[in-house]
């Protein structure tokens, strides 16, 4: 079965500090897909990256950067220098490629104080 | 432009009123999901669609209906709407189930 677990449910920051979000993964598909998406405070649901299992390489995009290790079956999301547009919940989401649905996880609210 | 579409955005209903809930894309995706979105929970997905005549069942299917007769259409449906299925629900497309996941606008339904 797949799973996902964002373990943090709620956190907060001042801006300017960098904050790292939390995704730890289950599956037992060797080939498989991770995202992330945003959340902000008008609901819709904003798309940030997908990852797929082979590639390992941690990616940064401006202040956003993701970790991923499969060893620990985590996919990490930092935001460096946080700032009050960041405020939003943040899902991590898992697809394989032998199954057809989708799972995510629970989110992380993320609130940063000005 | 892209995107995924959802009517109504805001639906006030009573037990037992069937009602539908629309979706579109018009991107040519060939899959298409719901998904219900309650505190603590996150998103749920109730059913999704590889394809046209496709459907088959996500996580939480019970009280619920899809249907996808046309590429660009998958109307969610709720026969006997209860209480419980008060809900966030959103639409989403997709080139495939791997593929980024592009979501519509979100449904807030309430049933009383």
């Known amino acids: 079965a797949q799973k996902v677990t964002q373990a943090q449910t709620e956190i907060s920051v001042v801006e300017k500090e960098d904050v790292t979000l939390d995704c730890v993964y289950e599956?037992?598909?060797?080939?498989?897909?991770l995202f992330w998406y945003k959340q902000p405070p008008s609901g819709e649901l904003v798309f940030l990256i997908r990852?797929?299992?082979?590639?390992?390489q941690n990616e940064i995009s401006g202040r956003y950067s993701w970790n991923f290790q499969k060893s620990t079956s985590s996919f990490n999301f930092t935001i460096t220098a946080s700032q009050v547009v960041d405020s939003a919940v943040y899902f991590c989401?898992?697809?394989?490629?032998?199954?057809?649905?989708?799972?995510f996880g629970t989110g992380t609210s993320l609130t940063v104080i000005p | 432009e892209a995107q995924v579409t959802q009517n109504p955005r805001y639906l006030i209903t009573v037990t037992g009123k069937k009602l539908t809930v629309t979706c579109s894309q018009n991107?040519?995706?060939?899959?298409m999901s719901w998904y219900r979105q309650d505190p603590g929970l996150g998103l749920r997905q109730i059913y999704y669609?590889?394809?046209?005549?496709?459907?088959d069942k996500g996580d939480v299917p019970e009280g619920y209906k899809v249907s996808r007769k046309e590429k660009r259409n998958f109307p969610l449906i709720l026969e006997s709407p209860s209480p419980n299925q008060t809900s966030l629900y959103f639409c989403?497309?997709?080139?495939?189930?791997?593929?980024?996941?592009?979501f519509g606008p979100g449904t807030r339904l309430l049933v009383l």
């Open positions: 989403a497309s997709s080139w495939a189930t791997q593929e980024t996941q592009y």
């Open positions: 599956t037992r598909d060797t080939t498989y897909y």
């Open positions: 990852r797929n299992s082979f590639d390992e």
């Open positions: 989401a898992l697809t394989t490629n032998t199954g057809n649905q989708f799972y």
């Open positions: 991107m040519n995706h060939e899959y």
């Open positions: 669609s590889m394809n046209v005549e496709v459907t």
